[in-house]
């Protein structure tokens, strides 16, 4: 898998990269210099595109898709610094979010920036042995839960986290039972307007969050991250897959990993490009044909779920069999001649190439939205076979990889 990306991966960079350079000042890209922090960044794209549709998302009570400007992003955000002031943390004090991607995130994690304070983001599904480990490792003064269940299972561990000084919650549980001790609700305590404020991190050098690793042994490691580490990684991935206002980004893995906090939060951010956050990865399949992303991230696990959905659906016609097995093998072959791995398809190999294309692959692809500009998969190697199948069809799929330490990418 890696000698197989690694012509692909430098062709395609390499030609995207021209582009980037040569387009850069005919966007609306923010560079790392401009931005200078996180807070900053976000407040330069406000101020240079207040219009334009920032995020999108579903709205359970109205059964509605709603569009957020970034002047409403502003203004919600204006809202939760309030109640961050009022709880008077220093630069410095380290603040955390259980919840999922979404609105409320993003705005919680941006008053928390602009006010210098260190975010800490949480897998919601981590165990409540980790969960309160970090808590503790972090010394977050204040925890942002989704659902008040949530706090059930952290309560009886409340005398192992000193610094904990404030829970805010989102949203009550229906199950009912639910711990009122040390916890305040949101629609509670979040005022109906914001008040102007002046940004107090302008250090592109200061601790801008701890991202904690999930996959190492032992407890989990807290990686310290400058607001410099993750503005330059963004930028430069922009630089070799540039983002433009009209991209569409679709947001299903976790912000709590630096995959997607950097590349589907930050890069979009920088660009000026559209965010839509999907209902759940169960109801994926509808919100793509909805939100039709031109930008689609994903680990490994869901292309393979693709993957194996497809083949079982042509599994007992024999005819589809055939049709989708030379579509991908001429597709890949089309593909390989592009990198200038083996000669050009004959005049006939490319008639029956588009005439396939346009019988099976685009069938397929519509499922994924029908406009996808380009795919990373990423956090995990993908498999050749899955990757072969991919390409073969015309999906425009490159495969990252990096750190957690390295911003991540």
């Known amino acids: 898998p890696v000698f197989f990306y690694t012509g692909f991966c430098y062709s395609q960079c390499c030609h ?31 101020k240079r595109s207040p219009e334009a549709i920032a995020y999108q998302q579903y709205d359970a009570q109205t059964g509605a ?57 949480l897998y919601t599904t981590d165990t409540p042995t980790n969960l309160s480990y970090i808590l503790a490792d972090a010394g977050v003064r204040i925890l942002l839960i989704e659902e008040s269940i949530q706090w059930q299972s952290l309560a009886g561990k409340r005398n192992d986290l000193p610094s904990l000084q404030r829970v805010w919650c989102l949203r009550k549980s ?8 040390d916890l305040a609700y949101v629609e509670d305590i979040l005022p109906l307007e914001g008040s102007s404020y002046e940004n107090v991190v302008t250090d592109p050098d200061a601790l801008a969050t701890i991202i904690y690793t999930s996959g190492t042994t032992g407890r989990p490691k807290g990686v310290m991250l400058s607001h410099r580490n993750i503005l330059t990684n963004a930028e430069a991935v922009h630089i070799n897959i540039p983002a433009y206002p009209e991209d569409i980004f679709i947001s299903f893995l976790p912000l709590a990993h630096g ?3 950097t590349v589907n939060y930050y890069v979009p951010m920088m660009a000026g490009s559209r965010v839509s956050y999907a209902r759940s990865i169960k109801l994926l399949v509808e919100d793509l044909l909805v939100i039709r992303p031109t930008v689609f991230l994903s680990a490994p696990r869901l292309y393979e779920k693709i993957y194996a959905a497809v083949q079982d659906k042509v599994a007992p016609h024999k005819l589809k069999r055939k049709l989708l097995a030379a579509t991908v093998s001429l597709g890949w072959q089309r593909f390989e001649a592009q990198q200038q791995r083996q000669p050009p398809l004959s005049l006939a190999q490319r008639l029956q190439a588009a005439i396939l294309h346009k019988l099976v692959a685009e069938k397929i692809l519509a499922r994924l939205g029908g406009r996808l500009r380009v795919a990373v998969t990423g956090a995990a190697p993908l498999s050749e076979k899955v990757a072969r199948f991919f390409i073969g069809l015309g999906f425009p799929l490159v495969e990252g990889y990096g750190l957690t330490e390295a911003g991540p990418v």
């Open 174 to 181: 229906k199950s009912g039972g639910e711990p009122q001790q």
């Open 259 to 261: 995959f997607e906090r």
């Open 16 to 46: 995207l990269k021209k582009m980037a350079k040569t387009n850069l000042q005919q966007t609306d890209f923010i560079s790392a210099a401009e931005a200078g922090t996180l807070s900053g960044l976000f407040a330069a794209r406000v």
């Open 65 to 121: 898709w709603c569009d957020y400007r970034w002047q409403d992003i502003s203004a919600l955000v204006d809202r939760w610094r309030v109640v961050l002031v009022q709880e008077n943390l220093q630069a410095g004090d380290r603040v955390a979010t259980l919840v999922s991607n979404g609105i409320d995130w993003v705005c919680f994690e941006q008053a928390a920036q602009s006010l210098g304070l260190v975010v800490v983001a």
